[in-house]
Nanobody, 123 residues
Framework: HVQLVESGGGSVQPGGSLRLSCAAS????????LAWFRQSPGKAREGVAG?????????ADSVKGRFFIFRDNAKKTLDHQMQMNDLKPEDTAMYYC????????????????WGQGTQVTVS
């Protein structure tokens, strides 16, 4: 049974930082993508960042240079984090952790496993 649990959301002022964490359990695929999506009210869910099996990561252009996704390869888990710096009001959204087998994609429909989300508010 795969379970993804997000934590670390909250309210910050513009320019502030937050670190989101995703605790992953029950996932045993040898190739995977761990990703973060976000959704604001009235908007479609969008991909924010993803990290693949080999540690290669990508972030959306809208957060490039401000958001960083990473995991500790020494740990035998798929737990990972996303550091968010210089937060802007437009980053306000519900952030979701997601996982899929094989490579990363920005298409949410390709992700099999999802967390419940953690709210980030920048104001």
């Amino acid at each position: 049974h795969v379970q993804l649990v997000e934590s670390g959301g909250g309210s910050v002022q513009p320019g502030g930082s937050l670190r989101l964490s995703c605790a992953a359990s029950g996932y045993s695929a040898s190739a995977y993508c761990l990703a973060w999506f976000r959704q604001s009210p009235g908007k479609a869910r969008e991909g924010v960042a993803g990290i693949g099996t080999g540690g290669v990561s990508r972030v959306a252009d809208s957060v490039k240079g401000r958001f960083f996704i990473f995991r500790d390869n020494a740990k035998k888990t798929l737990d990972h984090q996303m550091q968010m710096n210089d937060l802007k009001p437009e980053d306000t959204a519900m952030y979701y952790c997601a996982a899929r087998t094989f490579g990363c994609s920005t298409s949410e429909s390709l992700y099999t496993y999802w967390g419940q989300g953690t709210q980030v508010t920048v104001s």
